[in-house]
């Protein structure tokens, strides 16, 4: 056989290519997208974790740039890490199992694929930013890909600037992710545009690359019927009926985001564990990050609480130190701030979370009101985390509910208790950074399209 009639006949035939030039055998479902490509211009997969996403995307530029010519490809991502190390470096995995001629025919830039000796044939990954939305416009091919990988977590403006370019005659389009928010493009693409896209729905129980273990971690910590297990496992979209205050989406994006840290003031939020069970838990946040995963100790008395909060203090050199430590004052958190007070240089504040809020009007009590000042934190889009999977499990796990009079109450860690959670002492800790006046004032300024808000601060001594 030609070479010419191989590529004519790997063109028709992705699943053959993948199988015979990658020398990789997909898994069922992945074959069914491969085989889709021939039919569907439109194509959106939503899954759980792991399922072979990315690996997936990375075939399919291959076969396209072996088997399609003259072509463009563009890919894009929610950031710039998913895009230059996850999937890129997922290309060059693929791309080292192909025969030596094939192999050769790839010229790998940082975010440029050129095909050798063949003009205008390439795939290019360009960074999805609200403030450069031009990451799928401006391809013009006979053989046009669009691809996004994380398209839910991709601002809608990329898609609302690129659709001219989405929409040409012959281009396709692919778009992949977990199903993180029931919002946005990649959410209409199964819902109001659905008769324009092929759809696909890809749960972990699908794929063997994903670990059981994977599976049964997250029933145990978040519970089959939550929204975490929905999106991470099941690959559907979050339940909006279910009222947790924090979505998972916005936590997830805030620590893959770039962001440009900012240098307002460390402060230090320390919940002081009250029962056997609990932890004592610290949070160390300046302005839009969370500096490293919250610090947690467990029965410890409140002169080893002490100890151990003086000596992370002194650690530290001056310029990283907190200007402020905010600590809950209910049960011997009282005496661990006092003590602490006499023992460093920056101000310790007693908060007691059962007080009134700075908005009565709004929130019930200062519990709330704390972990709304969160939610806002994150829904600023403009703040990073670290990779803490206790905390992510204990922020998206409390619910919120209206009283009578229209106030907002956060659910108790009893009612918490009694659906099997823990209490949620790292994302409290996390919550009490925002009892600081300037953390409030630095909440506010970020946050552009909230007028600044009059707070009543009685509770910082
Ligand atoms: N059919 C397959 N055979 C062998 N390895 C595979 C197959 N599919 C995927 N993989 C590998 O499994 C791992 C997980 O796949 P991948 O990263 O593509 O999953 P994903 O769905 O994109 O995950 P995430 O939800 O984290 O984005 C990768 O190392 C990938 O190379
Ligand atoms: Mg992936």
């Known amino acids: 056989m030609q070479n010419?009639?191989?590529?004519t006949?790997?063109?028709?035939?992705?699943t053959l290519y993948v199988e015979t030039m990658l020398n990789v055998t997909p898994e069922d479902w992945q074959k069914d997208v491969l085989e889709?490509?021939?039919?569907?211009?439109?194509?959106?997969?939503?899954?759980?974790?792991?399922?072979?996403?990315?690996?997936?995307?990375?075939?399919?530029?291959?076969?396209?740039?072996s088997c399609r010519l003259p072509c463009k490809i563009a890919v894009t991502a929610n950031t710039s890490n998913q895009l230059s190390d996850i999937l890129w470096s997922e290309i060059g995995k693929w791309h080292r199992n192909l025969p030596q001629g094939f192999k050769d025919l790839f010229e790998f830039k940082s975010d440029k694929i050129n095909l050798v000796g063949v003009k205008d044939s390439f795939c290019v990954a360009r960074t999805a930013r609200r403030e450069q939305p031009e990451a799928l416009q401006g391809f013009h091919s006979p053989n046009m890909l669009f691809i996004a990988d994380e398209a839910s977590g991709i601002d809608d403006l990329i898609f609302q600037v690129a659709e001219g370019s989405l929409s040409t005659p012959n281009a396709k389009v692919l778009l992949t992710g977990n199903p993180t928010r029931s919002s946005g493009y990649f959410f209409d693409t199964f819902h109001t545009m659905s008769h324009r896209w092929k759809n696909f729905t890809v749960s972990c129980h699908d794929s063997q690359q994903v670990n059981q273990g994977f599976i049964e971690d997250m029933k145990t910590k978040y519970g089959e019927d939550s929204n975490v297990y929905r999106i991470r496992v099941l690959g559907e979209f979050p339940d909006n009926s279910e009222d947790s205050i924090i979505p998972l989406h916005l936590i997830s994006e805030s620590i893959t985001r770039d962001i440009e840290p900012s240098t307002d003031d460390v402060v230090w939020g320390l919940d002081v564990a009250r029962f056997g069970n609990d932890k004592t838990a610290l949070a160390k946040r300046q302005g839009n990050t969370l500096l490293e995963k919250v610090k947690t100790w467990q029965g410890k008395d409140l002169m080893e609480t002490v100890g151990l909060v003086v000596t992370e203090y002194e650690a530290l050199p001056y310029s990283k130190r907190p200007t402020?430590?905010?600590?809950?004052?209910?049960?011997?958190?009282a005496g661990v701030a006092d003590r602490l007070q006499e023992l460093v240089d920056c101000q310790v504040t007693p908060v007691n979370v059962a007080e009134l809020p700075g908005l009565q009007e709004k929130y019930l009590r200062l519990r709330d009101e704390l972990w709304f000042l969160a939610r806002e934190w994150f829904e600023s889009r403009d703040v990073k985390i670290p990779e803490d999977e206790s905390l992510i499990a204990e922020l998206v796990t409390p619910r919120y509910s209206f009283m009578s009079n229209g106030k907002i109450k956060v659910e108790s860690k009893e009612q918490m208790k009694k659906r099997g959670h823990q209490s949620p002492d790292l994302a409290d800790a996390f919550c009490l950074t925002f009892g600081s006046k300037g953390a409030f004032a630095n909440v506010n300024r970020n946050y552009k399209w909230n007028k600044p808000i009059e707070r009543d601060y009685k509770w910082i001594v």
């Open 36 to 65: 889709s490509l021939l039919t569907y211009d439109k194509i959106s997969i939503k899954s759980g974790h792991g399922t072979g996403k990315t690996a997936l995307l990375s075939w399919i530029i291959l076969w396209w740039l």
């Open 4 to 7: 010419s009639d191989v590529i």
């Open 9 to 14: 006949k790997l063109a028709l035939d992705p």
């Open 324 to 333: 402020e430590i905010l600590v809950d004052s209910i049960g011997i958190g």
